[in-house]
């Protein structure tokens, strides 16, 4: 139980790390993993303090669990109750945390995270490879990826579902909105599969460059922008509209989305659990007519779009 949530990397060196392990209340878990972050943690991980079921995982304004493990690595010379007053102020928690610190040995700890992230094949032709990795069938269609600090590396079950339906579909001479790029997995897949065009939208602004440098690496630059959800213009209209987000953002986006998709264009959502979909698919199916997949317990939804409405 407990899968991380948020695991991010930003060096590495062989040296001896702190890690200190921190119990928090579901609705301090987030707080605290920001401010570990701005208090210089190379890594912060989110996991299950209890024994629950994951009921929504991943990503900005997403329930967690309701008992949460905050842990935050550091360099071994930190002090770690200055870590933790300053834990206090930047968070404004005033209760004591109850908190554990472990000296870890020596590990390259980007080394570690880089090979748990190996290339991946998604239908007959697709691979996603980490921008490490020298792509295993040079011929296929290969997607040179690095996440950097944005979401997207293709190992997610929902991430994964959306390359498998977007490999499925005629992309030739298509434009492509994938709303939630992250790191810009999909766009660029879509891309490097035959799409004309795509924009990739994020309010993040470390997604929208992650993805333009993934883009550039991937040589389809030309082709792809990234731009804030603000930036996109109100008449823009896509043949293909791709949304890995959460159910519930997908449902306030319902209006959004469904304007996107131009008549008889194809929207597919993905970001949901199983027991969210008929909710989901409940805000879109006065335009669209969807269809279920499901990976583990993720579900996408996809389909054409029915109406000429929005
Ligand atoms: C789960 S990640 C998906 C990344 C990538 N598209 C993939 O399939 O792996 C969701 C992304 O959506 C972005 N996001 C969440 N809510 C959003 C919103 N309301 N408007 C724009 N972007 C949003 C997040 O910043 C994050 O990069």
Known sequence: ?????LDTVRQARFVPWLELKLR????????LAEALEGLGAISVTLQDAGDEPVFETQWEQNQLWSQVQVTGLFPEQTSIPEVLDSLKRHTGITTSLESRVATLPDQNWERTWMERYQPQRVGKNLWVCPSWCAPPEPDAVNVILDPGLAFGTGTHESTALCLEWLAEQELAHKTIVDYGCGSGILAIAALKLGAAMAYGVDYDARAMDTSRENARRNGVADRYHALPPESLPTHQRADIVVANILAQTLIALAPRLT????????????GLLADQADEVRAHYAAHFALETRARGEWVLLAGRKTTDGD
């Open 1 to 5: 139980m407990g899968a991380a949530l």
């Open 259 to 270: 304007r996107l998709v131009q008549p008889g264009g194809l929207l597919a959502l993905a």
């Open 24 to 31: 928090a209340d579901r609705n301090q878990a987030r707080a």
